[in-house]
Nanobody
């Protein structure tokens, strides 16, 4: 299963972007989906995650109040609305899915995510 992320681009600081992610194959209906990002020379980090029933939205501290994760199960798609973007948000953004449901405290744990995609580049200029 590959998750196709889209919506990235080059924007200025303060601008907004909305990322979308849809799997190419069959995934669990009760999976947790998440967004991660990786900047050059840095490790991949958790950004936001949401459970299958749209509860438990969890965020990286530095994006709280600016990013919103949502999920449309009818379309099998998750979104990441990013507001007030900052240069430090520049990274390749990846979406991922767990094999099945996870407890709230495990949403941000990268090892729980087994399905990944190619990512989409987000570049924020100052």
């Amino acid at each position: 299963v590959q998750l196709q992320a889209s919506g990235g681009g080059l924007v200025q600081a303060g601008d907004s972007l909305k990322l979308s992610c849809t799997p190419s194959g069959r995934t669990s209906r009760r999976d947790t989906r998440g967004w991660f990002r990786q900047a050059p020379g840095k490790e991949r980090e958790f950004v936001a995650g949401i459970r299958w029933n749209r509860t438990g939205a969890t965020y990286l501290d530095s994006v709280k109040g600016r990013f919103t994760i949502s999920r449309d199960n009818a379309k099998n798609t998750i979104y990441l609305q990013m507001e007030n973007l900052k240069p430090e948000d520049t990274a390749v953004y990846y979406c991922a899915a767990t094999r099945d449901g996870v407890i709230l405290s495990e949403i941000a744990t990268i090892r729980n995510y087994v399905h990944w995609g190619q990512g989409t580049q987000v570049t924020v200029s100052s």
